[in-house]
Antibody, heavy 126, light 108 residues
């Protein structure tokens, strides 16, 4: 079955770095874009980043631009989130998610998240 | 910067009620909305994509539409399993994805 399993979360001091991984299985990884979405304790969802299926197009939420890097390794069916200069406000559950798409009759693309992992917790604290 | 507001932040309703949740954006060009349901301690679940389209396996009581700068999720007859938090997600030019603040649907 389609599955996403995140790992790499933990407790880290402010200013330090952490790398999250997400192992995908049950689908053709190279055909799908992948997102990271986070949720601070008791708060709503916040989109973090997306990497499209070819790995060339990457986009980020403004507050993580320049600090976080999303990447993928199709030989390992894995997507990564490298997080540097971590701040207390980065504390959250980080979800890995698969992006599916649909094309309209006039060729417009519509993207949406259709599969989510269970999440990995990152706590930034001294 | 795009300004998007989801309302209400919470609502109380009974089984069988019709409820609507609205997300208003100041950027409706090159934009569409997806809708998700989240239950406590669980990952979100896709309900509606590209504003109008029902995800496979989602009951037909869920529907999405737009009205100018408003994007609306409707549950036509609330069921016990629908008590949850709902999020809209705006996609702008397919390069920015903004979640709404969430609407918690509680039992009256």
């Amino acid at each position: 079955q389609v599955q996403l399993v995140e790992s790499g979360g933990g407790v880290v001091q402010p200013g330090r770095s952490l790398r999250l991984s997400c192992a995908a299985s049950g689908f053709t990884f190279s055909m799908y874009g992948m997102h990271w979405v986070r949720q601070a304790p008791g708060k709503g969802l916040e989109w973090v980043a997306v990497i499209r299926n070819d790995g060339n197009d990457k986009y980020y939420e403004d507050s993580v631009k320049g600090r976080f890097t999303i990447s993928r390794d199709s030989s390992k069916n894995t997507v990564y989130l490298e997080m540097t200069s971590l701040r207390a406000e980065d504390t959250a559950v980080y979800y890995c998610a698969r992006e599916d798409d649909e094309t309209s009759s006039v060729g417009d693309y519509y993207y949406y998240i259709d599969v989510w992992g269970k999440g990995t917790t990152v706590i930034v604290s001294s | 910067d795009i300004q998007m507001t989801q309302s209400p932040s919470s609502l109380s309703a009974s089984v069988g009620d019709r409820i609507t949740i609205t997300c208003r954006t100041d950027q409706s060009i090159d934009t569409y909305f997806n809708w998700y349901q989240q239950k406590p301690g669980k990952a979100p679940k896709l309900l509606i994509y590209a504003t109008y389209n029902l995800q496979r396996g989602v009951p037909a009581r869920f529907s999405g539409r737009d009205s100018g700068t408003d994007f609306i999720l409707t549950i036509s007859s609330l069921q016990p399993e629908d008590f949850a938090t709902y999020y809209c997600q705006q996609s702008y030019r397919n390069i920015r994805f903004i979640f709404g603040q969430g609407t918690r649907v509680e039992m009256k």
